[in-house]
């Protein structure tokens, strides 16, 4: 809240010399009422500046910093609310945490646990009611090659390219997240809200949003993606597992390498199957039909497709949605 001290004898003074001055022009005018429109006005004016105040934010800046050894460390994880976060490279072999807050208060400054294996990084204390800006920048060297989990609320998590980590864990509630170009054996990324956007990954993904979007670009390795309504829109360069999407209303988007082998189920209840396969193509055992030019296939509102490529398929491509459209296209 901001508290704004008025003189009141400057304010007495100025009703005093209005009145009179009010006075001349409409005789018989009450002191009464002259002093009722003041206050009202005196209380309309502190109410708009304290409001007003209010609204504007310090910019942040940086107030804190921080630089960890990683010898020996497996792990680091990061938990932060609100606060974006971004993640570079070091140049050099230590890790550095940056804290831009709009209030340089050692009070806001990190929560750090630190063992033998392990960093966590949690927010210090926060504003519950007035306006506070904050956003975090971490260093990591190059060749840490450990676990990394990263866990917001609202705020954004960006990483630059190109990192390469044991296991690499995102979570966010309504935070975007843009990842450049990464090495995992297992990165896994969930959100509710929040836009998904992967440049290039190698290893399994396990993706989940409700409502946003999940696009991965330049995929080798495997992959689960799962939405409600958000799309979900991959292109692997190669499959070396599986790959399973599921969504309840968005669409499915897939890019497959033309010389890849699999066997191919894609399933809607009430939306379309577009896939790029002619002699590989088995009917469903049904009375539907599908129509379409050599080029692609199309099967309105059929329950189930179904495709391999090879004598030997090596991995298995599942596709599912109950009214999203499924397009599959070779790259």
Not at 199 to 214: D, E, K, L
């Amino acid at each position: 809240m901001c508290l704004h001290f008025v003189d009141i004898h400057q304010v007495e003074c100025v009703k005093y010399n209005s009145w009179h001055r009010y006075a001349q022009m409409k005789p018989g005018y009450s002191v009464r009422k002259f002093l009722h429109k003041c206050s009202i006005l005196l209380c309309v004016g502190l109410f708009v500046t304290s409001t007003l105040s209010g609204c504007f934010v310090a910019h942040a800046s940086l107030a804190n910093s921080r630089s960890f050894e990683l010898d020996d460390v497996t792990y680091v994880s990061l938990e932060y609310g609100i606060e974006n976060i971004s993640i570079f490279a070091s140049d050099t072999d230590e890790m550095v945490i940056k804290e831009y807050l709009s209030e340089d208060d050692s009070a806001y400054f990190a929560q750090v646990t630190q063992n033998e294996t392990g960093i966590v990084i949690e927010q210090g204390e926060r504003h519950t009611g007035d306006p506070f800006d904050a956003y975090i920048e971490v260093y990591l060297p190059l060749t840490y090659e450990g676990a990394l989990r990263i866990k917001t609320t609202s705020g954004s998590i960006r990483i630059e390219p190109t990192f390469t980590f044991d296991t690499l864990g995102i979570s966010t509630t309504g935070g975007p997240v843009n990842i450049g170009t990464v090495s995992a054996e297992s990165l896994s990324v969930d959100t509710d809200a929040g836009r998904v956007d992967i440049s290039g990954v190698t290893g399994h993904v396990r993706c989940g949003s409700n409502t946003g979007s999940i696009k991965i670009g330049s995929l080798q390795g495997s992959g689960t993606f799962f939405t409600t309504s958000g799309k979900i829109d991959v292109d692997f360069d190669s499959i070396e597992g599986d790959l399973k999407a599921t969504s309840t209303s968005g669409k499915i988007e897939l890019g497959i390498p033309n010389e890849s082998y699999w066997s191919f189920v894609a399933s809607s209840i009430d939306g379309y199957i577009r896939v790029p396969f002619d002699d590989e193509l088995i009917l469903p055992s049904d009375d539907s039909t599908v129509d379409g030019s050599t080029e692609t296939q199309e099967k309105e509102k059929t329950s189930v497709l179904e495709a391999s490529r090879g004598l030997h398929p090596e991995h298995s491509i599942i596709l599912t949605t109950d009214s999203g459209t499924i397009s599959v296209h070779y790259l």
